[in-house]
């Protein structure tokens, strides 16, 4: 971002692959998931009926509290679960982030050209004869067992619900009441229980600050997400960030509205000024939910993974998103000699072969009463949660055009960017005018009778 504005420019003319789509601009902030609290993070890569899901939740406490029940079409094998590091989730979620980007008015005396190309104490696994012979008697059976990095893993089946948990309760599992009937839902489905506490020894050989996210890969002709064993206790609503990684495009729900965010639109200059696009996004997000009565899916970003603009982060490499579980990607290749380069080629579209869409959901029991269900569409139409601040130009009215930006276009601008700001977030519009500061007018020439305000005036504000 340290290129002078023609070089920027030359370099989006040279790159976009579709310059009406294109938003070459600066990035200046983003809004990660840090933003909001209860949030979980879950990562799909689906290509035909094979799954790999990575799962991180925000579990803050004791490590020796946390515990994971999910449910899973079948019985895993050891090696289809894994433990990544929380780094590459992070790179993600950056590099998909809905973003802020800044501009800055040119000279209205010179050709205006808009550069618009942006768990509880672990306990013992259950080994012993005893303890299988309880659940037997439960109707629960442990279909499998494994220690998988830091986490201890089961695999349950169970002929009733209220048999399975009453295994987990006695076991350390802390179900709330009232989940016996979602429990006996997915049995009925057939589904399995993949259930998981952290080994503390384990864990404090590893010298970990954090837990890390499990991943599990599994072949399942229905493309889906249960999510309704986190709404049974949950305090309120609760924050979902699904990034799914797809070969084909873009990732729809179908049981809800997947609803894409107002985006590309131009904010005041002081939301950057005032360091406030954190409280801009959260706001904006709230009054999204509460238009759609609290039941949509809403799309933050959708694009092909070798590019980006602008860039909240660099797009993930081959390695990190093998480790994210892409498994159509070779492995990295050590890269050639450097060769000279004779110009700027725009990127080929799908050049890593990944689409990423990336949904985001404020959940509750009573507004999300289904488990999530999604489809893989052939959209692979570029989208952003992109707003757009606009600095404006500040010299003198050497020009007609200069005198009607200043007395015209830029006041209206700003009033729009204020009602837009207003509308987005429910902010109060009287307040937004109070902060927004319209440049002071000047004009040069000044005459003999100094009814004109001087060239200097507005150097300094008063």
């Known amino acids: 971002m340290n290129m002078k504005p023609i070089h920027w420019l030359l370099l989006c003319l040279l790159t976009a692959p579709n310059l009406a789509s294109a938003f070459c601009g600066f990035y200046v902030a983003k809004a990660d998931t840090k933003l909001f609290n209860r949030a979980s993070q879950v990562v799909m890569v689906r290509d035909g009926d094979k799954n790999v899901v990575t799962m991180a939740s925000d579990f803050q406490g004791d490590v020796d509290e946390f515990a994971m029940v ?36 040119e000279d209205p005396c010179l050709v205006h050209r808009r550069l618009e190309f942006d768990m509880m104490a672990a306990a013992p696994m259950a080994k012993s004869s005893g303890a299988r012979r309880r659940a037997k008697s439960l109707g629960v059976t442990i279909e499998a067992q494994y220690q998988v990095g830091e986490y201890d893993i089961l695999i349950l089946s169970a002929k009733e619900s209220s048999g399975l948990v009453t295994w987990l309760t006695e076991n350390g599992y802390k179900l709330p009441p009232g989940a016996g009937p979602v429990v006996g839902s997915y049995l009925k489905q057939g589904m399995k229980f993949f259930v998981a506490k952290v080994n503390l020894e384990s864990y404090r050989k ?53 609803v894409k965010l107002p985006a590309n639109i131009e904010i005041p200059v002081y939301i950057k000024k005032e360091n406030r696009f954190a409280d801009f996004y959260r706001d904006l997000f709230r009054t999204q939910v509460a238009e759609q009565r609290g039941r949509a899916v809403f799309l933050e970003y959708a694009w092909d993974m070798n590019w980006c603009d602008p860039c909240a982060a660099d797009p993930l490499s081959n390695k990190e998103l093998r480790e994210l579980g892409v498994f159509w990607l070779k492995a990295d290749r050590p890269a050639p000699r450097p060769r000279p380069v004779p110009r700027i080629a725009p990127p080929g579209p799908g050049a890593k072969d990944v689409y990423i869409t990336r949904l985001h959901l404020r959940y509750d029991r009573d507004h999300f009463p289904e488990d999530l269900k999604f489809q893989v569409t052939g959209n692979r139409e570029n989208f952003q949660g992109r707003y757009v601040i606009r600095h404006p130009w500040r010299g003198d009215a050497e020009c007609e055009a200069a005198k009607r930006y200043l007395d015209e276009t830029l006041p209206r601008r700003i009033e729009k960017e204020a009602k837009n700001l207003a509308r987005l977030t429910g902010w109060d519009i009287e307040d937004i005018r109070a902060r927004i500061k319209l440049p002071r007018r000047s004009v040069t020439n000044t005459g003999a009778d100094g009814d004109k305000e001087p060239w200097w005036s507005n150097i300094w504000e008063r």
């Open 70 to 105: 999910v449910p899973v079409p079948r019985v895993l094998q050891k090696g289809q679960i894994h433990v990544m590091e929380k780094a590459i989730l992070e790179h993600l979620d950056a590099y998909s982030a809905p973003r802020l980007v800044e501009y800055f008015d």
């Open 206 to 258: 590893g010298k970990y600050s954090y837990l890390r996210p499990l991943q599990i890969a599994y072949t399942h002709r229905k493309f889906m997400l249960p999510i309704r064993l986190g709404t049974v206790n949950a305090a309120g609503p609760q924050e979902l960030f699904i990034y799914a990684l797809t070969r084909k495009g873009r990732v729809e729900t179908t049981n809800y509205r997947t």
